[in-house]
């Protein structure tokens, strides 16, 4: 009896194995195995509701079994625990080749001796394992906004910090430890040089990959390195449940603002990328991040360092000034006098004083040419310092110009006047940006290259009288 119920239900079943080979040609056989094992689990479960009063242990009674040619089912509670188990084994069987197609796990577990059950448990527990990270990367990949941050860039710089303040909040068994230099370490950090190596202060992040919840928004941080012949980049990956961009504004402005606050007494200085920054699309790099210079510390003639003072902050406060009167929003500065009068010692006061970080340019580099030039000027942010040292040992004047082209000997990794005349002030240079030229003899230079308009005040250093 209980065998012909079983075998009804099958019968049942039969349109659904159709059913299944028929999807098989538009999804595959994983789709054909998964409704083969649904059957196979809606028979099993269909014959236990046919048999409500029957349990493995049961043995059927003789007024149940009237034809005992078609059981197929055996009648002692050991024979009937072992078909249970059988159709139970059957079902991991299907699960597992669904999942692992031509595994070996299944000849692994049931070819060892004496398992039995704890084989199956083995199996369905592998199996759930590998079903719970292939959901865990689905809802990652197919209900998550993402966003990658390329290295050398700011955002990187400010995700960093974010994550060395949140790391106790992540959820990763992995972080990554460095040394506080001493330029970033905290400013209440006593210095004691006699014991330096014990007082080392350490920093941790993320070493791979992490969970934190920022304001009611689940993310997940992912850290990827790229290496190259020489030297290795770091490249971050945030997600976010869901399908809009505001949560991560939301984090980037905070790791934003973090940082500002976190490196307020600090000014970046950068330099242009090199040969990689066509690659990387980044043409500035950060070299080295200092503490703000009081201008109490720089010694000028009476009166001179107020007006420079006075001119630069009326600058940075007139932008809308600049926009209604539809002007370039920038300003130019030249810097003159013998070598060691504090020039550049006074443009690092000014960027600290007002939080600007400097851009330092050399116009006599290997690979500097008008192209690379006018393409390191127009990626320049806004509010910031561009310092050009020594242009006047760059040699570009009208006469040498021509005498270099008179005489044919000009290289492709020269800057020639009018290159450098369209960065300073062309079509597509940045607005916003802070000029100052540094020189040690002015009449080296060219008027076109001081004229008003490009040069808008000038300062001139003098030997110490006393």
Not at 176 to 198: F, L, M
Request: proline content about 4%; glycine content about 6%; aromatic content about 8%.
């Amino acid at each position: 009896m209980v065998a012909k119920e079983y075998g009804k239900c099958n019968q049942e079943l039969d349109s659904v194995e159709g059913t299944g080979k028929h999807a098989s040609t538009l999804g595959g056989a994983t789709f054909e195995r998964l409704l083969i094992m649904a059957q196979q689990a809606l028979s099993f479960l269909s014959w236990l509701g046919h048999n409500p009063n029957s349990t493995p242990l049961d043995v059927p009674s003789n007024e149940d079994v009237k034809d005992t040619s078609s059981i197929c089912t055996p009648t002692s509670p050991g024979r009937s625990r072992m078909f249970i188990m059988d159709q139970a084994s059957s079902l991991v069987d299907s699960l597992l080749n669904t999942i692992f197609p031509g595994s070996i796990f299944i000849d692994t577990f049931h070819g060892a001796p004496n398992l039995g059950l704890l084989s199956n448990i083995l199996i369905v527990g592998c199996a759930f394992v590998y079903v719970c990270i292939w959901v865990y990367d689905g809802i990652w990949k197919f209900c998550a906004v993402e966003v990658q941050i390329e290295p050398r860039s700011e955002e990187h710089e400010h995700l960093t910090t974010f994550l060395e303040s949140w790391v106790t909040g992540c959820l990763s068994r992995r972080v990554r430890s460095e040394e506080w230099s001493e330029e970033d370490a905290p400013e209440k950090t006593e210095w004691d040089w006699k014991t330096i190596g014990a007082l080392r202060h350490y920093r941790f992040r993320p070493n791979k990959t992490c969970l934190f919840l920022f304001r009611g928004s689940i993310f997940q941080f992912q850290r990827t390195e790229r290496s190259f012949e020489f030297h290795s980049e770091e490249c971050y990956t945030m997600r976010v449940l869901g399908w809009s961009c505001k949560p991560i504004e939301r984090l980037l402005a905070k790791a934003r603002s973090l940082h500002t606050s976190k490196n307020k007494s600090h000014i970046t200085i950068f330099s242009p990328e090199g040969e990689r920054a066509r690659r990387t699309k980044i043409p500035w790099q950060p070299v080295k991040s200092t503490r703000r210079r009081s201008l109490e510390s720089i010694s000028l003639a009476e009166g001179q360092k107020e007006e420079v003072c006075n001119d630069m902050c009326k600058f940075l406060k007139a932008q809308r000034v600049y926009a209604k009167t539809e002007r370039p929003y920038r300003r130019g500065y030249l810097f003159s006098g013998p070598p060691g009068t504090g020039k550049t010692s006074l443009v690092q006061a000014l960027a600290g004083k007002y939080g600007l970080d400097i851009y330092m340019l050399s116009l006599t580099g290997q690979n500097m040419t008008d192209e690379e030039l006018q393409w390191l000027c127009s990626h320049l942010p806004r509010h910031c310092v561009l310092l050009i040292e020594d242009i006047d040992s760059a040699g570009i004047n009208r006469e040498k110009m021509r005498a270099i082209q008179e005489d044919g000997a000009r290289q492709n990794n020269q800057v020639s006047l009018s290159g450098l005349l369209n960065a300073i002030d062309g079509v597509s240079s940045s607005d916003g940006r802070i000029l100052v030229m540094t020189t040690n003899c002015r009449d080296q230079l060219d008027a076109a290259l001081i004229r008003p308009g490009r040069v808008d005040r000038e300062v001139k250093f003098t030997l110490a009288a006393k």
